[in-house]
């Protein structure tokens, strides 16, 4: 520390006093690592220079430092801006490109790989009815295998309990507590096959994990992954022994689509290819390739949510939805939750075809898939022979459509 004249006051100094006054009466400041670096502007001339002023104090002095001196070693310049990462492939590009991979193991079913494609970009969930052997299971797992994204199947039987699909509470002797363990709807595409053959009280455990996208298990609730699909199988033959699907768990599904028997020269198609060496058990044999991600469909229900609706194209919706609920025919129409299914639908459809915006002819697409499980005929309609799908023809005609 720097002496100070005679005649000027000696301020006191110290940490119990902390930093010293400065200015003409009391000379030129103290410098030193105890009071950091030294003022500096025209009252104070030049800063001082050397060793002992070479920059601010470091180690535990440094936790009051103030910033640089103007006098301190010139600022690094910053390095160069990371040049911008390479856009993202064009989600309905791949998503597309998924319909050509299934076509390597399902012949005939464009329409279920669809209706798929769109349950996924909706974040919904389908149903998938046909008879025996049209090849429900074989599209879920080949669409697994296109997306790359996890699957698992669950044959739904009799005796299946709720904990054998959500999981449950397990004793662990290490720690002598309960651990949770996670049952196969912890996935992103869960095949649930033959639904309808297991009682009511395990169809209801999928009721939260299809709405809520998570499973509670003692007051405790766990995330499900996203995305998340269940696609149930049911069989419209051989009654006996199952479960019909309540509405309140139909409603739940964004889609019902029938698979129908291929025409013949699909199946002669099949059969080249069994005799070829397909074999429908094994898909590495059908060369499915991964053409799309978790990521693809995340960015296409983001794009999907940007596609505009009308007022005109949405008070149609609800003209709709209103028409099954005055049918003499019905004893239930389609409620609200069905309109925005169908709003939702239609607008995952309009995106997969390359539109901005939705038209009446998209909503007449999806009308029936989205639509049509959600009905239900008075018991004399039925003894009469009406269908659902004859009702739900007539509500859309007598709609008129907006230009």
Do not use: C
């Not at 991979?101 to 005939?108: S, T, Y």
């Not at 295998?145 to 669950?154: G, I, Q, Y």
């Not at 889609?255 to 291929?262: D, M, N, Y």
């Not at 038209?359 to 003894?383: C, F, I, M, N, Q």
């Amino acid at each position: 520390m720097t002496d100070t004249p005679s005649s000027a006051p000696v301020p006191p100094t110290g940490p119990a006093y902390g930093p010293p006054p400065t200015g003409p009466g009391y000379g030129p400041p103290p410098t030193g690592p105890d009071y950091g670096p030294p003022p500096t502007g025209p009252d104070y001339g030049p800063p001082p220079t050397g060793e002992a002023y070479a920059g601010p104090a470091t180690g535990a002095a440094a936790a009051g430092t103030p910033p640089a001196p103007a006098y301190a070693s010139p600022v690094v310049p910053a390095a160069p801006p990371a040049p911008p990462a390479p856009p993202a492939p064009d989600a309905r590009r791949a998503l597309l490109a998924v319909r050509a991979e299934v076509a390597k193991a399902v012949v005939g079913q464009d329409a279920a790989v669809a209706g798929m494609l769109v349950a996924l970009l909706a974040r919904g969930h389908i149903l998938l009815e046909g008879v025996p052997g049209v090849a429900k299971t074989l599209l879920v797992r080949t669409l697994a295998e296109a997306l790359s994204v996890e699957t698992k199947r669950v044959q739904f039987t009799p005796d299946l309990m709720p904990g054998d699909l959500t999981g449950s509470l397990v004793f662990d002797a290490r720690t002598s507590d309960f651990a949770f363990r996670k049952g196969p709807v912890f996935t992103n595409l869960l095949l649930a096959d033959e639904i309808n053959r297991t009682p009511p009280k395990t169809q209801s455990a999928l009721l939260e994990a299809m709405e809520e996208r998570q499973v509670s298990i003692d007051g405790q609730p766990h995330p499900l992954p996203a995305p998340f699909l269940v696609a149930a199988t049911q069989n419209p033959v051989e009654y006996e022994g199952t479960y019909p699907l309540p509405e309140a768990q139909l409603d739940r599904f964004l889609l019902k689509v029938v698979l129908p028997v291929p025409p013949r020269e699909d199946e002669i198609t099949i059969l080249r290819r069994h005799a070829s060496g397909f074999d429908p058990r094994d898909l590495a044999t059908a060369h499915i390739d991964p053409v799309a991600s978790g990521a693809d469909l995340a960015a296409g229900a983001e794009a999907v949510a940007q596609v505009e609706v009308s007022d005109e194209v949405a008070g149609y919706i609800v003209d709709i939805a209103r028409a099954t609920r005055t049918s003499p025919s019905l004893a239930l129409g389609v409620s609200p939750r069905g309109a925005t299914a169908l709003l939702a639908t239609s607008r995952a459809w309009a995106w997969l075809a390359g539109r901005g915006f939705v038209t009446p002819d998209d909503v007449k697409a999806l009308a029936h898939a989205t639509l049509a499980h959600r009905l239900s005929l008075r018991p004399e309609a039925e003894l009469e022979g009406v269908s659902v799908a004859s009702v739900l023809d007539s509500a859309l005609g007598s709609v008129p459509v907006p230009r």
